[in-house]
C-alpha cells in the first residue's frame, strides 16, 4: 500500500511512500518515520490507499518505521491541517510544523517534570487511630509536627507533595525524621507541568455578584439552544466593553460540558488577557488545558498530551490552539475575534477565527465569536444573517460607558508650542487621578524615545541600512540607541550626520518612552511605568508589571496597544490616548478600522469599577470619522461608514483579496519579477472574474537587506484567484521562495 506523508520541512509539499510487506499500514495521523534525501526525519501520515499515477512504482520508498499503533494526530485534525494549507497556499510541510506539539520526537525523561511526594507507611498507619484521623496510644514518641504531618498523610494514602506539606508548615527535617523512623516514605514523581502555577491573577469575580443580568441571561438561553440542537451555527456576540462576556463564555462552557462535549476558547493573547485562564480554571478545575506559545515547549508537550489522551474537555489558548486534538467538540469561543493576533504572519498565513469556523463546521459545534468591536467581516456576516447576532448592549450594574473628550492637538500646538506631548486637559485629569488615589492608563501605539532623526543641515534622516524605514530612538541621554522596529538594527545615535557631516541632529517625533517622561515630569509624585515590547522583553516582566497595576503599586501605565486588551483594572478612571490617528497614517486598508477598535478598547478599560470612567482622546484630525464614531462608541455607524468606503474601493468585506510579495536583492528585481506573474494573471483574470492591481513597491519596500514588490488579486471567487496564482508560481519555479502569499491579509504592509 502507497501512504501520503506530511514531513515537518517548509515548503515540501505531501510525499509518496510505500508500506513495505508485512508491515501492518499505519493509521491516518500516526506517526511515521522516513527517508528523505540523505537523512530520515519523521512525519504524520496524512492519506491511505493512495494510487500515484506520475511516480513509478519502483521509485516510491518503503517507510523505516511507524511509530504509533494508533493515530497521534486525530484524523479531524489532520483534515484541517489539510484545509488550512491548500486555503492559505501554505504548504503541508510548514502546516505539520503548526500543528505538531513541541518535543514530539520522543518521550524523553527530560521533557517530564517530577515533584518530591511523601506517603505513610504501614508502621505510620499503625500509630494513627482508625477513628477520625487521631493517633494511636503512641503519640508520646512524635513531635507536634510529626503528628499534624502524619495525620495529613493518613488522609491521603496517596501521597502528598512535600511541598505542599511546607505550605502547612511542615519542613523538610520534618518528613526525612519521619523517613528514618520508617513511619512515611518520600518517592520522585512525574507531574504534568501546570501553567497556570505562574498565573498572577487570582480571578476577580465575587460570588455573590453572580446573578446575570437580563442581557446576559437572554443571551445564554439564545447561545444553548443553539449549542444544544448540535447542528453548526456560528453567533456573533456583540457586546460593549465591560458586558460580562466572559461570564457568558463561562455558563455556557459550562453547559457544553455538561452534555458531554469538549469546549475550545480561543484568545488573542494569554498573557494580556490573564483574567480568562484564571476565571475558566476557576470554573472547570484541572479539567483546563492552556495551548498558547508563551508556554516553554515542556509545558505545551504535557498540555498538548493530555488533551490527547481525552483528560481534558476544555482547552484554553491562542491560535495554535484552534488545532488541539480536543475530541468531540460542541463550543467553540473566539474571543476579541476582531483581533489582528489571531492571524500568523509566517507561513501558514492562517487566521485562528476562520480556521476554528471550518474546524465548528466539521463536527457541528456552535462557535461563538466575540468582540465589543467586531470585524468588518463577521459583523458583514450577522447583517447578511449568516451569523445569529447576539447583542449586550449595557456594562453590569448599569455602570456608564466612559466620557469621553476629544482634544485638537493642533489647537494646543498654538498655545502651548509645538512640541507639547500631552494636553493640558490630559495633564489636569491625571494630576486628578493622583489626587483622589486612582489609577490611569495613558496610551500612544509607538515604541521608543523619538521617531526619527533628522540633519537641520541637508534635512536627511537616519536610516535602517537594511530596511526602508527611519531608526527609531530609545533611551536618553548616554543610553541612547538608534534602533530599527524590522530587522532589529541597532546603533549609536550619531554626532554628526552621516550624510552631510553638519552638527545640527535632532531628534522628532515621540514614542512610549517619552510619552513615560513627560507623565513623570508633569506629576512627579506619581508612580509610572511602562507597558510595551520593549518593557517586557525578560520573562515574567509582564505579569509582574500587571500585578503590581492591579495591587495599586503604580498609578499611571503608559502604554502601547497592549494596554488596550482585554484588562479589567476596576480602579482605572481615565484613559488618555495620546496620538489617536498614529495607524491613520498607514497604507493599508484596514487603518480605519483598526484605529476604531483600538480606540473603542481601550477607552472600555476606564470605568470598569464603582467610579465612573473618563476617556481623553489627542488627534490631530478630530473630524475623521472612526475618531469621531468611536468617541461615541457607535459601532454600527462606524459600520455603515466604512463598508461604503470598503465597496467604493473595492476591498473586504465585499471582496475577498490575495496579497502577494515578491522579494529580491535588487528594486528591479522584485519588480520584474512580480510584474512575469501579473502577466500570466492577467490572461486568467478575465475569464475568472478577478482583478490584479499592481506590481508596486511594497509600502515596506526594503526589508532585511530585501527590496520587494507587490500586487493585490480581487475578487469574489477566492478559489479560482488562489489556483491562478498557484499556477504562476509553479510556472516560475525559481521564484518559488522568494513569493509570499497571503490569503485574506490582515494588513497589506
Ligand atoms: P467584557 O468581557 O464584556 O468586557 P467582563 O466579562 O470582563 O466584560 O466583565 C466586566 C466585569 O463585570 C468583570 O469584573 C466581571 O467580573 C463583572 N461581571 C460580569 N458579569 C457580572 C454580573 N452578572 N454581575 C456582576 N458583575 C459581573
Ligand atoms: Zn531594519
Known amino acids: 500500500m502507497n501512504i501520503l506523508v506530511a514531513v515537518p520541512v517548509p515548503a515540501l509539499d505531501l510525499l509518496a511512500y510505500r508500506v513495505p510487506d508485512g508491515m501492518s499500514p499505519p493509521a491516518v495521523g500516526a506517526r511515521v518515520v522516513v527517508p528523505l534525501g540523505a537523512r530520515t526525519v519523521t512525519g504524520i501520515v496524512v492519506e491511505r490507499d493512495v494510487v500515484s499515477e506520475e511516480i513509478a512504482e519502483a521509485d516510491i520508498k518503503p517507510i523505516r518505521q511507524v511509530l504509533d499503533e494508533e493515530a497521534f494526530l486525530p484524523a479531524d485534525v489532520v483534515a484541517l491541517a489539510r484545509w488550512t494549507a491548500e486555503y492559505y497556499a501554505a504548504g503541508p510541510g510548514n502546516t505539520i510544523m503548526a500543528v505538531l506539539p513541541p518535543k514530539t520526537r520522543g518521550d524523553r525523561a527530560d521533557s517530564y517534570k517530577t515533584v518530591r511526594v511523601a506517603a505513610i507507611t504501614a508502621a505510620g498507619l499503625a500509630l494513627v487511630d482508625v477513628g477520625p484521623s487521631r493517633l494511636g496510644p503512641y503519640t508520646g514518641r512524635l513531635t507536634e509536627k510529626q503528628r499534624d504531618a502524619l495525620d495529613i498523610l493518613a488522609g491521603a494514602p496517596?501521597?502528598?507533595?512535600?511541598?505542599?506539606?511546607?505550605?502547612?508548615?511542615?519542613?523538610?527535617?520534618?518528613?526525612?525524621?519521619?523517613?528514618?523512623?520508617?513511619?512515611?516514605?518520600?518517592?520522585?514523581?512525574?507531574?504534568?507541568?501546570?501553567?497556570?502555577?505562574?498565573?498572577?491573577?487570582?480571578?476577580?469575580?465575587?460570588?455573590?455578584?453572580?446573578?446575570?443580568?437580563?442581557?446576559?441571561?437572554?443571551?445564554?438561553?439564545?447561545?444553548r439552544a443553539m449549542a444544544d440542537s448540535r447542528r453548526f451555527g456560528v453567533a456573533l456576540v456583540h457586546g460593549v466593553t465591560g458586558s460580562g462576556k466572559t461570564e457568558l463564555y463561562i455558563r455556557l462552557s459550562a453547559a457544553v460540558r455538561a452534555s458531554g462535549r469538549g469546549v475550545l476558547m480561543l484568545v488573542p493573547e494569554i498573557a494580556l488577557t490573564p483574567a480568562i485562564a484564571s476565571l475558566f480554571r476557576q470554573a472547570f478545575g484541572d479539567q483546563v488545558a492552556i495551548q498558547h506559545s508563551g508556554l516553554s515547549d515542556g509545558e505545551r508537550h504535557d498540555q498538548w498530551q493530555r488533551i490527547r489522551r481525552g483528560e481534558i474537555d476544555v482547552v484554553v489558548g491562542t491560535r495554535s490552539a484552534v488545532f488541539a486534538p480536543l475530541a468531540d467538540i460542541g463550543l467553540i469561543i473566539v474571543d476579541e475575534e476582531h483581533d489582528g493576533s489571531y492571524k500568523q504572519e509566517e507561513s501558514p498565513r492562517y487566521n485562528g477565527r476562520d480556521v476554528a469556523i471550518v474546524r465548528g463546521q466539521r463536527t457541528s459545534a456552535l462557535l461563538v465569536l466575540g468582540s465589543a468591536t467586531p470585524s468588518m467581516e463577521s459583523y458583514h456576516n450577522a447583517m447578511s444573517g449568516r451569523y445569529e447576532r447576539v447583542v449586550l448592549e449595557r456594562r453590569v450594574l448599569d455602570r456608564p460607558l466612559a466620557a469621553v473628550t476629544v482634544v485638537d492637538m493642533r489647537e494646543e500646538y498654538a498655545a502651548e508650542g509645538p512640541d507639547a506631548v500631552l494636553s493640558r486637559a490630559l495633564k489636569d485629569a491625571v494630576a486628578a487621578r493622583i489626587q483622589r488615589k486612582e489609577q490611569a492608563l495613558v496610551l500612544l501605539n509607538r515604541r521608543g524615545f523619538a521617531t526619527a532623526v533628522f540633519c537641520r543641515q541637508c534635512a536627511g534622516t537616519l536610516e535602517c541600512p537594511n530596511c526602508s524605514v527611519s531608526l527609531v530612538v530609545h533611551g536618553d541621554g548616554h543610553a541612547r540607541r538608534a534602533k530599527c522596529h524590522y530587522c532589529n538594527y541597532s546603533a549609536r545615535v550619531p554626532a554628526a550626520c552621516p550624510h552631510c557631516a553638519g552638527p545640527y541632529l535632532e531628534q522628532s517625533g515621540f514614542g512610549t518612552e517619552r510619552v513615560e517622561a513627560e507623565v513623570k515630569r508633569a506629576c512627579p509624585s506619581a508612580r509610572v511605568a511602562r507597558l510595551d515590547r520593549d518593557a517586557i522583553r525578560r520573562k515574567g516582566a509582564l505579569g509582574s508589571l500587571l500585578s503590581r497595576f492591579r495591587d495599586g503599586a503604580i498609578d499611571v501605565l503608559v502604554g502601547t496597544q497592549m494596554i488596550a486588551k482585554g484588562h479589567d483594572f476596576p480602579r482605572v478612571t481615565l484613559v488618555g490616548v495620546v496620538s489617536a490617528d498614529v495607524g491613520l497614517g498607514m497604507a493599508d486598508f484596514r487603518a480605519?478600522?483598526?484605529?476604531?477598535?483600538?480606540?473603542?478598547?481601550?477607552?472600555?478599560?476606564?470605568?470598569?469599577?464603582?467610579?465612573?470612567?473618563?476617556?481623553?482622546?489627542?488627534?490631530?484630525?478630530?473630524?475623521?470619522?472612526?475618531?469621531?464614531?468611536?468617541?461615541?462608541?457607535?459601532?454600527?455607524?462606524?459600520?455603515?461608514?466604512?463598508?461604503?468606503?470598503?465597496?467604493?474601493?473595492?476591498?473586504?468585506?465585499?471582496?475577498?483579496?490575495?496579497?502577494?510579495?515578491?522579494?529580491?536583492?535588487?528594486?528591479?528585481?522584485?519588480?520584474?519579477?512580480?510584474?512575469d506573474l501579473v502577466q500570466r494573471l492577467r490572461t486568467e483574470s478575465d475569464r475568472a472574474g478577478f482583478r490584479v492591481l499592481g506590481p508596486a513597491p511594497a509600502p515596506l519596500g526594503r526589508l532585511r537587506g530585501e527590496y520587494r514588490a507587490q500586487f493585490l488579486l480581487k475578487g469574489v471567487n477566492r478559489k479560482a484567484m488562489r489556483e491562478a496564482l498557484m499556477a504562476a508560481v509553479a510556472a516560475r519555479p525559481d521564484l518559488q521562495r522568494r513569493v509570499v502569499v497571503d490569503v485574506d491579509p490582515v494588513s497589506v504592509l
Open 158 to 223: 496517596a501521597g502528598v507533595p512535600t511541598a505542599q506539606l511546607t505550605a502547612r508548615g511542615i519542613g523538610a527535617d520534618t518528613v526525612s525524621r519521619l523517613v528514618r523512623n520508617g513511619l512515611a516514605s518520600v518517592r520522585q514523581e512525574r507531574v504534568d507541568r501546570d501553567p497556570f502555577d505562574a498565573f498572577p491573577f487570582a480571578a476577580t469575580m465575587a460570588e455573590a455578584d453572580r446573578r446575570l443580568t437580563i442581557e446576559q441571561e437572554a443571551a445564554l438561553t439564545r447561545l
Open 592 to 675: 480605519s478600522e483598526r484605529t476604531f477598535q483600538l480606540l473603542t478598547q481601550v477607552a472600555g478599560r476606564a470605568g470598569r469599577g464603582d467610579q465612573p470612567g473618563e476617556a481623553i482622546i489627542q488627534t490631530l484630525y478630530p473630524e475623521h470619522y472612526s475618531i469621531q464614531l468611536a468617541c461615541r462608541q457607535d459601532y454600527p455607524a462606524f459600520y455603515e461608514r466604512e463598508l461604503q468606503f470598503r465597496r467604493a474601493m473595492r476591498y473586504p468585506p465585499l471582496v475577498s483579496i490575495i496579497n502577494t510579495i515578491v522579494r529580491s536583492r535588487t528594486f528591479a528585481g522584485a519588480m520584474d519579477d512580480a510584474a
